[in-house]
Each structure stands twice: as structure tokens, then as C-alpha cells.
């Protein structure tokens, strides 16, 4: 068994407090606890639903927490879609983090799906709404002020599906590993780049990025 795997609530409590002030954002102890409920709920369901390859608690803090909240200080706008959350990644942290902010989980997938309306209700999450449907025919009247999405698909084929649930001056935030020309030229009109990121989320020894896409304003000269 590996020390992370035997790792105690308190290390859980010090990785995080000490990740959250290496972001910049400061803890306090409501947030943390409903953080960590997420986690522990995961850990459960992965046992028997297999949510994540992830199955160890202090490296869900890590890999899954910090890497989520890392995006924090760049989230645009009240409405945002967490665009194939899966295991409610980046979208339950962030709104475990930002209550004020309205949060909508998208999948496709029946079993994650009934895990996220769990976590929801489990840890009281008023501003949340889970939706099962493929991006591509989901529709949303108002539009969305800030989509995320976290390994979704190339850029190219995350707008294709979903550029049509921004709202106007709405924003994509993609998060990715490694990204080359070859993805980053896919992104076409009406869209553009305006912004690459470099995230350093602690505790993760890897390349992670943020591309900010804008869609243009078509009465623009």
C-alpha cells in the first residue's frame, strides 16, 4: 500500500490548505470540508463505477481538486458549462468554490451522470444543474458565459459540438497538457485565441495550460 493510498484525513487537510495558498486562493474551513466530501464521495462510487483511473484520496486532492481550482481566477461570466464533466471535473470544485456562480454539468454517460446528481445532492449544491445529453444536441436559450472543459477533445472539435452554447462575449476555457500548432490552428473563424495560460497547479510535475477562445463579434469592422 502506498503512503498516499494510507494517508489520513489530515494529510488531505494540509495538501489542500497548503495548494489552495499556492494558487492564490485563500481557504476557509466551509469550502475545504465540502472539497473533501467531494473527494471521499469519489473515492466511494470509483470503487464500484470507475469514475477516474484515479483511485487514490491524496492524489485526487491533487490531480483533481487543485488541477480543477487552478482555472479559478480566469472563469468568466455567472453561467458556466462544464462541458463532458465526467466525474464533475472542473465543474464541481469550482462551484463548490464560486456559490454565486450558476454551474451546468454536461455528459453523455448514464453512469456519471447518476454520480453527479449524487455529489449535487449529497453536498447541498444549490447552484448546480446536471444535464445527460451530447453536446452537439444539447441547447440552452441564454447561452453560457464560460465553458470549460478538461481532456474533452481537440479544440477544433470542442467548438464544433458546443460553439453554439456560448452566449455573446461568452469564452471557452480549454484545459490541456501538452498543445501543438497543429491543434491551435484548427481553431478558425468565428473563433480565436486570445489568450494560452500556463497553470502550475501543485503537486503535478507536468505540463498544463489554458487556452482562452473568444467567438468574434460579427458586427465588428
Known amino acids: 500500500?502506498?503512503?498516499?493510498?494510507?494517508?489520513?484525513?489530515?494529510?488531505?487537510?494540509?495538501?489542500?490548505?497548503?495548494?489552495?495558498?499556492?494558487?492564490?486562493?485563500?481557504?476557509?474551513?466551509?469550502?475545504?470540508?465540502?472539497?473533501?466530501?467531494?473527494?471521499?464521495?469519489?473515492?466511494?462510487?470509483?470503487?464500484?463505477?470507475?469514475?477516474?483511473?484515479?483511485?487514490?484520496?491524496?492524489?485526487?486532492?491533487?490531480?483533481?481538486?487543485l488541477d480543477s481550482l487552478s482555472i479559478a481566477p480566469h472563469l468568466h461570466g455567472r453561467r458556466v458549462l462544464d462541458l463532458g464533466s465526467g466525474a464533475g471535473l472542473p465543474g464541481i470544485p469550482l462551484a463548490i468554490w464560486f456559490p454565486e456562480r450558476e454551474f451546468h454539468l454536461l455528459d453523455s454517460n448514464g453512469k456519471k451522470i447518476r454520480f453527479l446528481f449524487h455529489a449535487k445532492l449529497e453536498l447541498g449544491l444549490a447552484n448546480v444543474g446536471v444535464h445527460q445529453a451530447r453536446a452537439e444536441s444539447f441547447r440552452d436559450a441564454s447561452g453560457f458565459d464560460c465553458i470549460t472543459s478538461r481532456a474533452?477533445?481537440?479544440?477544433?472539435?470542442?467548438?464544433?459540438?458546443?460553439?453554439?452554447?456560448?452566449?455573446?462575449?461568452?469564452?471557452?476555457?480549454?484545459?490541456?497538457?501538452?498543445?501543438?500548432?497543429?491543434?491551435?490552428?484548427?481553431?478558425?473563424?468565428?473563433?480565436?485565441?486570445?489568450?494560452?495560460?500556463?497553470?502550475?497547479?501543485?503537486?503535478?510535475?507536468?505540463e498544463r495550460q489554458l487556452v482562452r477562445i473568444e467567438q468574434q463579434d460579427p458586427t465588428a469592422p
Open 1 to 65: 500500500m502506498s503512503t498516499a493510498t494510507r494517508a489520513g484525513p489530515a494529510a488531505l487537510v494540509s495538501t489542500l490548505v497548503a495548494g489552495l495558498s499556492e494558487l492564490g486562493l485563500a481557504a476557509d474551513e466551509e469550502r475545504c470540508q465540502r472539497l473533501l466530501a467531494f473527494v471521499a464521495l469519489l473515492a466511494r462510487w470509483n470503487r464500484t463505477y470507475n469514475l477516474t483511473a484515479i483511485d487514490d484520496s491524496l492524489a485526487m486532492v491533487t490531480r483533481h481538486l
Open 152 to 206: 474533452f477533445a481537440p479544440l477544433a472539435g470542442i467548438l464544433r459540438v458546443a460553439g453554439h452554447l456560448l452566449a455573446p462575449g461568452g469564452c471557452l476555457l480549454a484545459m490541456k497538457g501538452h498543445l501543438d500548432a497543429g491543434e491551435l490552428a484548427g481553431v478558425t473563424t468565428p473563433y480565436t485565441v486570445s489568450s494560452l495560460i500556463a497553470l502550475k497547479v501543485p503537486g503535478i510535475d507536468a
